[in-house]
């Protein structure tokens, strides 16, 4: 079964610093997707930055970015420049490819949360 | 643009009481989902929907039911309800298999 870690339950970065938060998977797929997902307190869920397994360049979104070490299993997220409004939980997903008209769940890990300090 | 909504935003329910969570979503989505958020863990799912009248179980279905008439909704029911179901419920929608998904903004159930 596929299983997503969060080593770091929290993480404080100073405002316009750098934070890279840790995410590791295990699977023994080779097609698959990896997100991060941010978690204000509002509670939306909100899409950060989204990578194809099968894509060696990594993803980038303005200041968030991806280190995506496919035979390491592990997918971390880096954030530029961090603001206050970067604060909140980071939950990292993987969802398998699909390929049979199915669909394939996303499995979450158990978030870091991420404290921005002015 | 609405996305996915989610109602109620907050519920009490009270031991063995029954409700039903909406979710409707504008974005002519093919796939929804349940998730349940439980306090320190991360979104597992409880059941989706590949299309109109078509759902399947997801990791914890267990005292919950859906439906899926229309494309656009997706009515999560608890039936006696319990302790255990305290969580927060988000709703999701998905173009495809493929695609990211969508959220609603959640809805925190205490069961008392």
């Known amino acids: 079964a596929q299983t997503v870690t969060q080593s770091q339950p929290e993480m404080s970065v100073q405002e316009a610093e750098t934070v890279t938060l840790s995410c590791t998977y295990d699977t023994s797929e080779s097609d698959y997707y990896l997100f991060w997902y941010k978690q204000p307190p509002s509670r939306q869920m909100i899409l950060v930055i989204r990578q194809e397994a099968y894509k060696q360049q990594n993803a980038t979104e303005n200041r968030f970015s991806v280190n995506f070490q496919k035979a390491a299993k592990s997918f971390s997220l880096k954030i530029s420049d961090s603001q206050l409004g970067d604060a909140a939980m980071y939950f990292c997903?993987?969802?398998?490819?699909?390929?049979?008209?199915?669909?394939?769940?996303?499995?979450f890990g158990t978030g870091t949360l991420l404290a921005v300090q002015p | 643009n609405a996305g996915v909504t989610q109602t109620p935003k907050f519920r009490i329910l009270k031991i063995g009481q029954s409700m039903t969570l909406q979710c409707t979503q504008d974005m002519n989505h093919n796939y929804m989902y349940w998730y349940r958020q439980d306090p320190g863990m991360g979104l597992k799912l409880i059941y989706y929907s590949v299309g109109a009248g078509i759902t399947d179980k997801g990791e914890v279905p267990n005292g919950y039911n859906v439906s899926r008439s229309t494309t656009e909704d997706f009515p999560l029911r608890l039936e006696l309800a319990a302790p255990s179901q305290t969580s927060v419920y988000f709703c999701?929608?998905?173009?495809?298999?493929?695609?990211?998904?969508?959220f609603g903004q959640g809805t925190r159930l205490t069961v008392v």
């Open positions: 997903a993987y969802k398998k490819v699909n390929y049979g008209g199915a669909t394939n769940k996303l499995i």
């Open positions: 999701a929608s998905s173009y495809s298999g493929e695609t990211e998904a969508f």
